[in-house]
């Protein structure tokens, strides 16, 4: 199943029993990023392959935790360059060119 929006409820299917989780963010057509909770830890988010899920209908006793983990975690940024918003080519805004040849003053 490749899911089709960020919010879903899916169950994931791992090496143990299958767990009640919400995706968070789908950052290509064969990963999903979950939030999960974990025996011990807590609500965790986790990168798990698309083929790994399966939709669910109804809430679940855990779906408060995770989405107020969700709702705590910054959105994720796609497509950004050098840790800032936007296209470009890694340089700040105003310095659209590298520098100039500085001469040696003769």
Same mark, same amino acid.
């Given at each position: ?14 090496? &143990? $029993?299958? *767990?009640? /989780?919400? #995706?968070?963010?789908?950052? *290509? ?7 999960? #909770? ?5 609500? #965790?988010?986790? =990168? #798990? ?14 779906? %408060? ?7 705590? =975690?910054?959105? $994720?940024? %796609?497509? =950004?360059? &050098?840790?800032?918003?936007? $296209?470009?080519? &890694?340089?700040?805004? /105003? %310095?659209? @060119?590298?520098?100039? %040849? @500085? =001469?040696?003053?003769?």
């Amino acid at each position: 199943m490749e899911p089709s929006s960020v919010g879903e409820l899916v169950k994931v299917a791992g090496s &143990g $029993p299958a *767990s009640d /989780g919400i #995706v968070f963010d789908v950052p *290509s057509r064969a990963r999903v990023v979950v939030a999960v #909770v974990q025996r011990g830890r807590g609500a #965790v988010l986790r =990168t #798990v392959a698309a083929s790994a899920v399966t939709a669910r209908a109804d809430d679940g006793p855990d779906d %408060h935790a995770l989405r107020l983990l969700i709702r705590r =975690t910054p959105p $994720p940024a %796609h497509g =950004t360059t &050098g840790g800032r918003a936007g $296209p470009g080519n &890694g340089r700040s805004e /105003g %310095h659209a @060119r590298g520098a100039a %040849h @500085r =001469t040696t003053g003769r």
